[in-house]
């Protein structure tokens, strides 16, 4: 019998002690033995419910109990997330957690203490929900040089994006679904503004490099001044929007950012729609690969915590090797990363020739005051530079 422990008996670490329990059989043949669920950690008392004996206050009852071998990390955020996991690492003990925060923000140090104290720090759940990503680019891409990384990783913006492409729905109405469904958070900043997305991309980009990517070093724009208008010109084209979060090497390193992207038809992520996640990726010898499956939710997040309890519970007294050290990878300054750009204006077409060069117009109808175009590929700095000596742009949206 392997004693565990879960901090956090929100949705996802609830999800976990379900998941175990629904599993019990097949996760004990996997695992070699049972898990039991000794402590949960939490700030409140669930009386009457079945949990209630197992709940504890304080961490430290956890990090003092030798009988417990694995902590699950269920509570979200860098702190007081982060004091806990290490407490629990110092003390030998195995942690797998779902919680991007803290694995963008203290991944590489956490990993590092995990190996000097020959116990496991595993983070499945972190990016794509139950797509098994995170093991595959550890475990089993480990003969590839990864030159691409593109991923929709988060699920509350594709739900909006496909709603708003295929109902022509305004930003906020779709919001405010998407909070009623559960989807979005109350607060959806971290979703809406794309940083959710962004430390997933800094988490993959890390664990593709092997040093460690600062979220903060990611180029990040959200969905919100996303409109109908740009839908009916998507539509016109053929096109979808995405919210991309990508990573790319390049001769002068990895260029990441995180936007919204008009994809069209033959694009990999095209067809990704609702709160599902993909993550396409391209190795040097591999080809493309493509993984894509359900990206948030209670259960398709704890499947992969479970998973990554199960691994640990095979690998008791091995440290399996993440390569992901400290060193910060310094990415490609923003500026100069390559794209072509859908720019909406007002400005007349002979003008917009002349500062652009060839470029590719679409019209709409209904849209008298204003054209569409798509440039050819140049860098970041160089779009600014037109799109200012331009002026009156209404609208630009990335072109994949
Ligand atoms: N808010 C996140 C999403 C949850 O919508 O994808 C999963 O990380």
Known sequence: MIKIAIMGYGTIGSGVAEVLQVNRESIARRSGEEIEVKYILDLRDFPGEAVQDKIVHDYRMIVNDPEVRIVVETMGGVEPAYTFVRAMLEAGKHVTTSNKALVAARGAELIAL???KNVNFMFEASVGGGIPIIRSLNSCLTADEIEEITGIVNGTTNYMMTRMCEEGLEFDDVLKDAQAK???????????????ACRKIA??????????VDFEDIHTEGITAITSADIRYAAKMGRSIKLLASSRKTKD??????????????????NVNDVFNAIFVHGNVLGDAMFYG?????????SAVAADIVEIARHLDVNIAVEWSTKKQRLVDFGQIENRYFVRTTVEKETIRKVFGNVSFVSVEGFKEECGFITEVM????????????GNVLQMIRVA
């Open 114 to 116: 995990a190996k000097e």
């Open 182 to 196: 559960g989807y979005a958070e109350k607060d959806p900043t971290a979703d809406i503004e794309g940083y959710d």
């Open 203 to 212: 988490i993959l980009t890390s664990l593709v490099c092997g040093q460690q």
């Open 253 to 270: 390193g990895f260029a990441a950012m995180v936007a919204p992207f008009l994809l069209p038809p033959k694009h990999p992520l095209h």
């Open 294 to 302: 359900s990206g948030a939710g209670k259960l398709p997040t704890a």
């Open 379 to 390: 860098c970041e700095a160089e779009y600014e530079k037109k799109a200012r000596e331009l």
